[in-house]
T-cell receptor, first 115, second 113 residues
């Protein structure tokens, strides 16, 4: 069964600093990969996704992620953190084709941004 | 285009009661999935419906059930509520079974006392 590991349940950065949120998946076949963000008392918003093609994926709000098959990783980065980035971030996978309709999520990483 | 809507947004029930939650997908989307989010277990898949048929089911007891109507709206029902059912229930929709991206609603927060 597929699984997703997010290293670090809490990450704190200063405003303007680099944001790096780590995600590793376990699958013998590279799945589809997603990053979602959740603000307090809200649902999940899609930040970016990787399906096929270019391994560096750009998303909304200045975030990007790189798919590295050899490392089974899909880490999320942003060059300069903003106060509004404070939220919880979830990495998720689904099987290629997506026919199963079930995303498998990591436990989430709560990002704090200090002024 | 309006997003996924869920009603009610908040709900308080007592143990033993049952509850029905509603989800209206994005217009044109025919697939609806349900997830449970708790602090301890995180986000867990409940089930997916497509064209009024359950296509996939997560590892939850039979107290959790759902259905989908011809207009793609979906409901989920939890019978004989337990304290551990307190959670945020999220609904997600996508256009079809082969589309990979799911769009989430704001969720229904259920508190069981």
């Amino acid at each position: 069964a597929q699984s997703v590991t997010q290293l670090g349940s809490h990450v704190s950065v200063s405003e303007g600093a680099l944001v790096l949120l780590r995600c590793n998946y376990s699958s013998s076949v590279p799945p589809y990969l997603f990053w979602y963000v959740q603000y307090p008392n809200q649902g999940l918003q899609l930040l970016l996704k990787y399906t096929t093609g270019a391994t560096l994926v750009k998303g909304i709000n200045g975030f990007e992620a790189e798919f590295k098959k050899s490392e089974t990783s899909f880490h999320l980065t942003k060059p300069s953190a903003h106060m509004s980035d404070a939220a919880e971030y979830f990495c998720a996978v689904s099987e290629i084709g997506g026919s199963q309709g079930n995303l498998i999520f990591g436990k989430g990483t709560k990002l704090s941004v200090k002024p | 285009k309006a997003g996924v809507t869920q009603t009610p947004r908040y709900l308080i029930k007592t143990r033993g009661q049952q509850v029905t939650l509603s989800c209206s997908p994005i217009s044109g989307h025919r697939s609806v999935s349900w997830y449970q989010q708790t602090p301890g277990q995180g986000l867990q898949f409940l089930f997916e419906y497509f064209s009024e048929t359950q296509r996939n089911k997560g590892n939850f007891p039979g107290r959790f059930s759902g259905r989908q109507f011809s207009n793609s709206r979906s409901e989920m029902n939890v019978s004989t509520l337990e304290l551990g059912d307190s959670a945020l229930y999220l609904c997600a929709s996508r256009w079809g079974q082969m589309q990979e991206t799911q769009y989430f609603g704001p969720g229904t927060r259920l508190l069981v006392l």
